[in-house]
């Protein structure tokens, strides 16, 4: 992707639709009479506002980001809430130009409708990675049966049952980590589900091109090519095509800003065919939100780079801390000399504990985060169809 910071404001008023080059920090707050409305029905007071929650709402994740939290079930459902909500704002203020319309509108909204049905893939190969999470998460209850602390008596047997689910959750995790061991067939869209909140079937025949974008993810897809695809050509709006635009083609950069970083994010965080970071973000300095995203890009890159992350098969917290403390309790229960001292009891069951923490994150969170992600899947089916007129 490439926003080059050349495309700043021109002469007038500092404000969105005044295009001001001077003075590069983006004012957000709204400067104008909620009684100013342009040709198309948009309030220049509904822009400010736009900009305004999308840099609250990423400076809010940024300050969550932390060690413990950056890139964790609970940061991933933040993650979502934020673009749940600005994908709602956005389509709110999109409502006001229809009718009337316009080429340049027109244009650009599609463009963003179209970089959008690029991200359903994503969605549904998200969902995949936490499929597979959860069937780890059943070893680890495998385990924890099998060494439960209330348990006073541990014998020789259920060490060995929890030393192989250990084994096949190691070996579970290996393959995520090589490309060629990936299922690619597990794969079902959120667009089969009956839930009476979700998209049906009919809404895809409505939607035209979906289907060969949504119902399936095939052996050849890559994550890392659809991530580049959704940013491709995604600049900063020349002054001329704000201004045809009544302010909506800033909106609109904005939004496809924010849909490519949370995908991207998504993909650096949850294991998925062919996983990459390759994305380059350059957003123009001037932009209220554009501090708070390049702090968070950069914060994801540098866990990536990590010694402990740089082979993980995804970035998700949990999944390292799985693979930490499932390595450790698998040494201890390896060390071990029957008839056992008490001593050694003590420490397997002291690991097995931080264990049991992870599970209980995993267990906890999966289902939430897994309902998230089909929102964001229908959000996206619904809002474009009822943008498009399909």
């Known amino acids: 992707m490439h926003a080059s910071a050349d495309h700043h404001h021109g002469g007038g008023a500092r404000s969105i639709l005044g295009l001001r080059r001077d003075p590069p920090s983006y004012s957000t707050d709204a400067q104008t009479s909620p009684s100013s409305n342009g040709p198309n029905g948009i309030q220049e007071a509904d822009l400010e506002s736009f900009q305004k929650q999308v840099a609250e709402r990423l400076h809010d994740l940024l300050s969550y980001s932390g060690p413990e939290e950056l890139l964790s079930?609970?940061?991933?459902?933040?993650?979502?809430?934020?673009?749940?909500?600005?994908?709602?704002?956005?389509?709110?203020?999109?409502?006001?130009?229809?009718?009337?319309?316009?080429?340049?509108?027109?244009?650009?909204?599609?463009?963003?409708?179209?970089?959008?049905?690029?991200?359903?893939?994503?969605?549904?190969?998200?969902?995949?990675?936490?499929?597979?999470i959860r069937s780890w998460g059943k070893l680890l209850e495998i385990v924890l049966c099998s060494l439960d602390s209330k348990k006073r008596n541990l014998g020789e047997g259920q060490f060995r049952r929890a030393r192989k689910a250990l084994i096949d959750l190691a070996i579970g995790m290996l393959d995520e980590k090589d490309p060629g061991a990936i299922n690619t067939h597990r794969n079902r869209s959120f667009g089969r589900s009956n839930n009476n909140n979700s998209t049906t079937p009919r809404d895809y025949r409505s939607a035209g091109n979906f289907r060969s974008l949504s119902w399936s993810v095939s052996r050849t897809w890559s994550a890392a090519k659809q991530i580049q695809s959704?940013?491709?050509?995604?600049?900063?709006?020349?002054?001329?095509?704000?201004?045809?635009?009544?302010?909506?083609?800033l909106a609109v950069y904005t939004m496809g800003v924010v849909l490519l970083f949370v995908m991207w994010a998504l993909v650096a965080a949850i294991p998925c065919q062919d996983r990459g970071l390759q994305v380059h973000f350059a957003v123009p300095r001037h932009l209220g939100w554009a501090g708070s995203l390049m702090a968070l890009h950069e914060k994801v890159l540098e866990e990536s780079k990590k010694k402990e992350r740089k082979n993980a098969c995804g970035l998700l917290r949990e999944i390292y801390l799985i693979e930490k403390w499932s390595r450790t309790v698998r040494e201890s229960i390896d060390s071990l000399n029957f008839p056992l001292a008490e001593e050694k009891v003590r420490e397997v069951r002291q690991r097995v504990e931080e264990l049991n923490k992870v599970f209980e994150s995993v267990n906890g969170g999966l289902g939430p985060l897994e309902h998230q992600v089909r929102e964001v899947f229908h959000c996206i089916v619904r809002r474009r169809t009822e943008g498009t007129g399909m």
């Open 73 to 132: 079930v609970n940061w991933t459902r933040r993650l979502l809430d934020a673009f749940l909500s600005l994908h709602e704002q956005f389509h709110a203020i999109t409502l006001k130009v229809r009718p009337p319309k316009s080429t340049a509108v027109d244009r650009t909204l599609n463009d963003f409708y179209d970089r959008s049905v690029k991200a359903l893939d994503v969605c549904n190969a998200i969902r995949d990675g936490l499929e597979q």
């Open 230 to 249: 959704i940013g491709y050509n995604l600049n900063y709006p020349k002054g001329n095509e704000i201004t045809a635009t009544n302010g909506l083609a």
